[in-house]
């Protein structure tokens, strides 16, 4: 077992690295551990454990910003956002469900860190959008600051940018700046049951077009739908269209989703409670949790344009007998294939050849993704930016060495 280095501040963080590389170690960096099981199955020689960085170090709800350790608990953070009827508005989702570990254990750097967004990202963008600033200790062992308490302050590289979805190869952030806002005091989903996958993604697609303002819009197709409780009841493949906002503006574009909508299958309404519910069960894959039916399954993540994800779904169920279903108006396919030697990864990339997209294995045995391109595999010319900007940060490759590609 690799030895497990508890800093407890930003100056231990820095020490910690810089005895990594005067001993010629490597480091694995993890805050809650909820996301450790994403990535290549690499060694490493210690774990930089940021646990103890654990602090809601500056919150102004009237500026909409915060500031936090980055082993802060992203639930003690929703939790004294939603007592200021405030959100993060990017939806993080808890891969714990998925991964088969304790839920809530995901902390504000790792968030960060992977870049996590949930059903609304169609409409307010992924965390790297609301990541304002940081602190954080490089490669070298040296520490820096990025980015500021407001947009305007970004100059020169954004380093924010960059460092969101490095899953901790480029640096180990110590604290973070989020921006924060209002959370909508009314929802409404409008639930399509459509007759077949295309009626579904032509109803999105109308849906995402129109005026009603959308902010999120899933399919799920008959077998992932029977394994979400708030929808189970209808029997059959669901659209799903949340509408947030004040209730005269939801009921006035409700109306208006109800009347574009007519021709494509019976509607059903679901209240803001059941909503919320919903909408969670999407954020978190709750249809391909590890404790349910497709537990034993491995699981991909999915980007395309959101008019080729059923067609994309189609074609991996033809190919490798997946189960799927489409978040983001059809842009985010969540894909649960049979366990097999390269966890599918043969058909994914080929389909993906085609169709366009990346995609990422998410859930499979460590000996699969030992083996197999867990992230995008990348061209000639994007690897070797890629190689520059990591020789810049960490020439010695001590942070997260080949979690992402081998190699790098």
């Known amino acids: 077992m690799p030895d497990i280095l508890k800093p407890r501040d930003a100056d231990d963080v820095e020490k910690a690295i810089q005895w990594a590389l005067a ?57 004294l956002l939603a007592a200021n009827a405030q959100e993060l508005a990017f ?4 891969y714990g469900p998925l991964l088969g570990v304790t839920p809530g254990a995901a902390t504000i750097g790792g968030v960060i860190s992977a870049n996590l967004s949930g059903p609304r990202r169609i409409k307010v963008g992924a965390a790297r959008d609301h990541f304002l600033g940081v602190a954080a200790v490089s490669g070298r062992g040296e520490s820096f600051k990025a980015g500021g308490r407001v947009v305007k302050n970004v100059t020169g590289y954004d380093l924010c940018k960059l460092l969101a979805g490095s899953w901790g190869t480029l ?13 909508a005091e ?18 999105m697609t109308a849906a995402m077009g129109s005026f009603a303002d959308v902010s999120a819009a899933a399919y799920l197709p008959a077998g992932s739908a029977s394994h979400v409780d708030e929808i189970q009841a209808l029997g ?6 949340r509408l947030e906002g004040v209730a005269p503006s939801v009921a006035h574009r409700k109306d208006v989703l109800a009347k574009l909508l007519a021709g494509f299958g019976k509607l059903e309404s679901l209240s803001t409670a059941v909503s919320r519910a919903f909408w969670r069960a999407i954020r978190d894959v709750a249809p391909f949790a590890a404790g349910g039916p497709y537990g034993e399954r491995h699981v991909w ?10 067609e994309v779904g189609r074609m991996l169920a033809e190919a490798a007998h997946g189960e799927c279903f489409y978040d983001w108006a059809g842009g985010l396919v969540w894909a649960a294939l049979p366990p097999s030697d390269d966890a599918g990864a043969a058909s994914v990339r080929a389909i993906l ?31 070797a930016l890629t190689k520059r900007v990591r020789e810049g940060f960490d020439p010695r490759g001590v942070l997260n060495a080949g979690r992402i590609w081998a190699g790098v």
Do not use: C
């Open 301 to 310: 993540r999915i980007s395309t344009a959101p008019a080729r994800g059923v």
């Open 171 to 183: 640096a180990a952030m110590t604290e973070v700046t989020v921006k924060t806002l209002p959370r």
């Open 186 to 203: 009314t929802e409404e989903t409008l639930v399509l049951v459509p007759r077949d996958d295309a009626t579904a993604a032509q109803a």
């Open 23 to 79: 001993e010629d170690k490597t480091l694995e960096i993890a805050g809650g551990g909820s996301k450790r099981a994403i990535g290549r199955a690499a060694q490493w020689d210690a774990t930089l454990e940021l646990s103890s960085l654990s602090e809601i170090t500056l919150y102004e709800p009237a500026e909409l910003v915060l500031s936090a350790k980055a082993g802060t608990p992203l639930a003690e953070i929703e939790t």
């Open 91 to 94: 939806e993080p989702l808890d």
């Open 236 to 241: 059959g493949a669901a659209t799903a269209l």
């Open 353 to 383: 050849g085609a169709a366009g997209g990346h995609a990422t294995l998410i859930r499979a045995p460590a000996a699969v993704r030992a083996k197999v391109d867990v992230f995008e595999p990348q061209n000639s010319a994007l690897a």
